[in-house]
């Protein structure tokens, strides 16, 4: 601080703050030689542990951005030596884990992940504690009371007790948004890239309670039947710009953030989408893809809360997930957020 500095505080109230719910897993990232054929050998050529998941990743990535206001985790976890890897990890970056609860009867979740660099990363999991969270697991209205303002659930697809869609044609996940509505938060959802059937149907019911979207063009499509890349791979932009509509036609009440790795679409009701295309990342300098998407959706819930403009938001994402690819794991390769600001002048000053 300079002399004659003069340094507002504010209260709680004031700061704000995001609380993640959703899936708190154990990752442990097996770095291969090769991605063998089956019945052959590839050697593990290094090995590294991390928290992964959707509000576990999202959550930290907003601590090592320096996000200012408080943050909060939600979500159940098992009773055991990995549970509280889970909790020490979020107690050291400074996040509230009061609302992560143990359950004795289930084992923390835990992927083992199996990642060529270079190339698409493969996930073995078993989901574990992460399987019996519902929506009354999780109370939205102690978090708004505390002054809480954005309410981050993810992944939907990932958490068979908030998927489930009972008789009365509800899920837990619709309920859980409604109730964190209901309070006066924000809600923020994300997904995974699910091959169940039944993934529209699930995430459909959810959408009229969610305010902010952030999916990749994958969940889009599958959210939608639209197809948003051609046999070849190439991105199909006119399927991605009609995917962002339907969903918002679907219920999806802000905005709906579809992000790939060339470019993001921010749909609006009643506006014309904003269109944004990454800096392309050099191959040789990625060294695994886990949680480019985490991170990309941690800087814009950090954006949203701070009221910023759309296309500030999506240049420091973008510049999110690039930095996340350097690193092994979910979360190791985010830095904070001067770093993104300051590559974004750079790149506005290059165009």
């Known amino acids: 601080m300079r002399a004659g500095e003069v340094v507002h505080h504010r209260d709680s109230h004031e700061q704000g703050g995001i609380v993640c719910a959703g899936n708190f897993i154990i990752d442990r990232v097996h770095t291969l030689s090769y991605w063998p054929d089956q019945g052959n050998l590839a050697y593990i050529l290094h090995q590294d542990l991390g928290v992964g998941g959707g509000a576990a990743n999202v959550v930290t990535d907003l601590a090592s951005l320096g996000f200012p206001g408080k943050l909060a985790a939600a979500g159940c976890i098992g009773a055991d030596q990995d549970g509280e890897i889970v909790k020490a990890r979020l107690a050291d970056a400074g ?76 899920s837990g996940a619709s309920r859980l948004l409604e109730s964190a509505r209901r309070a006066g938060l924000t809600t923020c959802v994300d997904f995974v890239s699910s091959e169940d059937p039944e993934f529209a149907a699930k995430v459909g019911v959810a959408l009229p309670f969610c305010d902010f979207l952030i999916i990749n063009e994958i969940e889009a499509g599958r959210a939608t039947g639209v197809t948003v890349r051609n046999a070849k791979g190439d991105l199909f932009e006119a399927g991605l710009l009609e995917a962002g509509e339907r969903l918002l036609a679907a219920g999806v009440g802000k905005a709906a953030i579809i992000h790939a790795p060339e470019i993001c679409c921010w749909f609006a009701p009643g506006a014309s989408p904003i269109v944004t295309r990454s800096r392309p990342v050099d191959p040789h300098d990625i060294v695994s893809t886990v949680g480019a998407g985490d991170a990309f959706c941690a800087a814009v819930l950090y954006g949203l809360h701070e009221n910023w403009p759309v296309e500030h938001i999506c240049a420091v994402a973008h510049g999110a997930a690039a930095h996340c690819l350097a690193g092994a794991t979910a979360t190791d390769g985010i830095p904070g957020m001067e770093v993104l600001l300051e590559d974004m002048k750079e790149k506005a000053a290059q165009s």
């Open 95 to 170: 996040i509230d884990a009061g609302g992560l609860l143990a359950l004795a009867d289930r084992v923390t979740a835990h992927t083992h992940v199996m990642n060529v660099p270079g190339q698409n990363r493969t996930f073995f999991y078993h989901g574990g504690a992460n399987d019996a969270l519902t929506d009354a697991h999780v109370s939205p209205e102690i978090f708004a009371k505390a002054g809480y303002r954005l309410f981050y659930l993810g992944y939907l697809m990932l958490l068979p007790g908030l998927d489930r869609i009972g008789p009365e044609g509800r």
